[in-house]
């Protein structure tokens, strides 16, 4: 991949094999012009393919024969650029297309969270598996979602990888906020940015992003990455991130993880 653009997608999905051999049941691996990342989760954003311009269909077919061997909910991420072939298999396998897009955004250098970082009141700890419940605790109501999800992608193992590092912000003592950062060669991943409902709009979410980044530039990344929520873009641009590409999502039925 030359493109600067393939390069911060390629970053992106070596940030996810890092993570997944911690995950139970969670792989991830790369074919020509497209990757697959599956969580072993029954939620349909969490076992994907993102596809490259110039994918073929053969190598999406290969890949969606894949996704679809554990029978969970699954889909597709397009780029720009490959939505013909994307389009031709969705309507074979009746894929849904969302009405959201995926935002993927990358910074090329850590000037702006540097500065958030230096600004902001959070506390911000790295924390391993000692504090895997607090951790999942505030994953958990952060993003509303099930526990089960939360111990799932963050088990108590992952804390032990020197690649991924798990992120607590305190606010007078209480976690409010979490994040992770992984460094895949010389790009920083950031992931799991929550805060407690009750503590948003103070700059929290800003604050353990940025230091995220910050870590990740100290320790040899040249570029970050990640995939922005609506609500998190504008947070995520002042920390000097910019839009790279919307990528259309196509997906199947989700099943109810309830």
Known sequence: MNDPLDRHVQG??????????FIAGAQTHERDRAFLVTMNYPEASLNFIVTNPGVTKETLD?????LTAP???????????????????????GLVLQERPSTFMAASSDAGSRAALDT??????????????????????????????????????????PLSSFYLGLCDGVPVATGLGV??????????????PDYRGRGFGAAITARCVVD???????HAVLQASPMGEPVYERLGFTMIERWRVYASTPTSTN
Do not use: K, Q, W
Not at 12 to 21: E, H, Q, V, W, Y
Not at 183 to 196: E, K, M, P, Y
Not at 216 to 222: L, V
């Open 183 to 196: 460094l895949a060669d010389d790009c920083a991943g950031v992931f799991n940015i929550s805060t407690l």
């Open 120 to 161: 902001s009141p959070l506390v911000i700890e790295r924390v391993y598996r000692d504090e895997f419940t607090r951790y999942c605790d505030v994953v958990t109501a952060g993003f509303s979602m099930h526990r089960a999800l939360a111990e799932h992608l963050a088990p108590p193992r992952a804390f032990d990888n």
């Open 62 to 66: 290969e890949l969606y024969a894949e």
């Open 216 to 222: 990740g530039f100290a320790h040899g990344a040249t």
């Open 12 to 21: 992106l999905g070596a940030s996810f094999a890092i993570l997944t051999p």
């Open 71 to 93: 029978l969970l909910p699954h889909g597709i991420l397009c780029r720009p650029g490959s939505e013909d072939v994307v389009e031709a298999l969705a309507s074979e396998r």
